[in-house]
């Protein structure tokens, strides 16, 4: 199986794409080309490199210290939402003082390039290579494959793709640069372009871009919950954004089902809705209770009952009863405390869920219910509260 590969911009959550370039491995998926914005140009000159151990140490060792001179009050400025007095003061000098310098220097970034860059075994590679970065001089994006970067400059286009816009502009040549970005934060056109046809695409970005190209097969990676800060590398943050796109990468391989979770062989909506049919027959009167309406009536069930449950998850109209029972189940999972990043069977993921949940007087006296049921049961009664 043979692939090219896009790699977004994101700043620190360049980690989630290493985690899922793992798993790209690990399918033996041959991989003939890597197009990179920003921190994407950096990680796909390692993958050409063949460099992906070197990689992984370099995300398990960065510090905000590799990438910026700035004091440690304004680097938890980045991702601290409450910011106190002291915090304030320190980040109105600093940007007083990056607007007279034009920008924060990343200076240790440009080091840290230099520093896992070989630039000889990148280009006797046999794969592919292209950045995107954008020219302030000219205002325009600008799009360079390997063959177009002089020798000698790869690193600096490195960092001018990756020239954040809070960053010190990045000259080349008598011309400046900024972040690539602000032009293409996924480089999949380029590749169309180049004519590639089987692309797998892993989106870190704020916003997710998807295109139709015709003739072109393009596979999307991408997080389900959101990603921090672009500046945020505390070491827990990383160490989950890779742990969340190496298993983000098998939920898209394997079809796997879930959006915190990572489950596999889920029923069919008509058996789900059998079992909710079973529930409404046999406990009636609990239900009832517990949804604080009277479904005396399947219409009534559905119209009433479970659509309080659909506008709580803020599901639409595309969703499925499969949809919904996998968010009660998911928002279970993690009130007990599962294990996120790992395969779960749909039923051993149920059990586990209903063994963990605390007994109470309730749920005890329950007859005749599966463990899934009683699951739903138990969020039933927690929107009551509500």
Not at 232 to 237: A, G, P, W
Request: charged share 30%; hydrophobic share 40%.
């Amino acid at each position: 199986m043979e692939r090219a590969i896009a790699l977004e911009g994101g700043g620190a959550k360049g980690a989630y794409e290493i985690g899922a370039l793992r798993a790209i491995r690990e399918r033996k998926i041959s991989i003939l080309a890597v197009a990179g914005t920003s921190i994407g140009a950096m990680n796909g000159a390692m993958v050409v490199m063949d460099a992906m151990e070197e990689a992984e140490d370099l995300w398990q060792n960065i510090r905000f210290e590799d990438i910026l001179s700035c004091p440690q009050e304004l680097q938890e400025i980045f991702w601290d939402e409450k910011l106190n007095m002291k915090q304030a003061q320190v980040a109105f000098q600093t940007f007083r003082q990056m607007i007279h310098d034009r920008g924060l220097d990343s200076t240790p970034l440009r080091n840290l390039i230099d520093r896992y860059l070989d630039e000889d075994r990148f280009r006797k590679s046999n794969i592919d290579y292209g950045l995107v970065t954008y020219s302030v001089t000219d205002r325009k994006g600008v799009v360079k494959f390997r063959d177009d970067i002089p020798v000698g400059k790869l690193g600096d286009y490195i960092l001018a793709s990756a020239a954040y816009p809070l960053f010190q502009l990045v000259e080349i040549e008598g011309k400046k640069y900024i972040d690539g970005g602000v032009y293409d934060n996924s480089p999949v056109r380029m590749l169309v372009e180049r004519g590639y046809k089987q692309i797998i695409c892993i989106q870190i970005g704020a916003n997710r871009v998807v295109h139709d190209y015709q003739g072109v097969n393009v596979i999307h990676i991408y997080p389900r919950t959101p990603l921090g800060h672009a500046l945020d590398v505390r070491r827990e943050k990383l160490d989950e954004y890779t742990q969340m796109g190496y298993f983000d990468a098998i939920r898209t391989f394997d079809s796997l089902e879930g959006i915190r979770y990572y489950i596999k062989d889920l029923p069919s909506e008509e058996k789900l809705l059998e079992l909710i049919l079973e529930f409404y027959r046999e406990d009636s009167e609990l239900l009832q209770w517990m949804m604080g309406t009277k479904p005396d009536s399947l219409r009534a069930l559905f119209e009433e009952g479970l659509a309080k449950a659909w506008k709580k998850y803020g599901l639409d109209r595309h969703a499925s009863y499969q949809d919904l029972i996998i968010m009660v189940l998911e928002e279970s999972a993690e009130e007990v405390g599962m294990e996120r990043f790992q395969i779960y069977d749909f039923w051993d993921l149920v059990n586990r869920v209903e063994r963990a949940q605390p007994k109470g007087p309730g749920i005890m006296d329950m007859k005749n219910q599966s463990r899934l049921m009683s699951i739903v049961s138990r969020r039933f009664m927690v929107w009551r509260k509500e």
